[in-house]
T-cell receptor, first 115, second 113 residues
């Protein structure tokens, strides 16, 4: 079992729903990440928070809204999603950000299906 | 711009065989290279991290090599077992100052009993 916990593990939502994904890390790390994994495509970095401050937003549509209330918790708020947003959303954490020596610890992911 | 490629996209071999997974990258000035494993519907588990100054790293039946000059890394799995079935991904830090990981698309490995 990893030190990064994601809930829910599976989520099915309609395009008009509002839902949230939650990530919690128990490793004392200072940086947290949201990744999107679609079938047969490389992982896509969505957001990075370093010491609770957002440092990266890789041109992610505004229908995805991240929130990092503290260094241990990260949320991804979802609203008016599209079917193409269906994917596995992975949360990760690392001790530091901005170093080539970063070692990421991943959660098990939240499988999202948008109908 | 760094690009990471993994070939083949899928591989199926009988149990007990030794096998090699390939990872290539276009910019040889990497800080390190990581190999990850992903089980179906699960997150990623870090397997091996090779620093740029190293040629290889070993963990149990796994051996990862790194040849920066040729832009290649290989993951060697000895005496494969059905439990090794998973998708294997490699990643290198980019050179954008933030060292965001650049990922390959992965090789899906199936070990047949």
């Amino acid at each position: 079992e990893t030190g990064v916990t994601q809930t829910p593990r599976h989520l099915v939502m309609g395009m008009t729903n509002k839902k949230s994904l939650k990530c919690e890390q128990h490793l004392g790390h200072n940086a947290m990440y949201w990744y999107k994994q679609s079938a047969k495509k490389p992982l896509e970095l969505m957001f990075v928070y370093n010491f609770k401050e957002q440092t990266e937003n890789n041109s992610v549509p505004s229908r995805f809204s991240p929130e990092c209330p503290n260094s241990s918790h990260l949320f991804l708020h979802l609203h008016t999603l599209q079917p193409e947003d269906s994917a596995l959303y992975l949360c990760a954490s690392s001790q530091v950000f901005g170093s080539g020596a970063n070692v990421l610890t991943f959660g098990a992911g939240s499988r999202l299906t948008v109908l | 711009k760094q690009e990471v490629t993994q070939i083949p996209a899928a591989l199926s071999v009988p149990e007990g065989e030794n096998l090699v997974l390939n990872c290539s990258f276009t910019d040889s000035a990497i800080y390190n290279l990581q190999w990850f494993r992903q089980d179906p519907g699960k997150g990623l588990t870090s397997l091996l991290l090779i620093q740029s100054s190293q040629r290889e790293q070993t963990s149990g039946r796994l051996n990862a090599s790194l040849d920066k000059s040729s832009g290649r890394s290989t993951l060697y799995i000895a005496a494969s077992q059905p439990g090794d079935s998973a998708t294997y991904l490699c990643a290198v830090p980019g050179r954008d100052g933030n060292y965001q990981l650049i990922w390959g698309a992965g090789t899906k490995l199936i070990i047949k009993p």
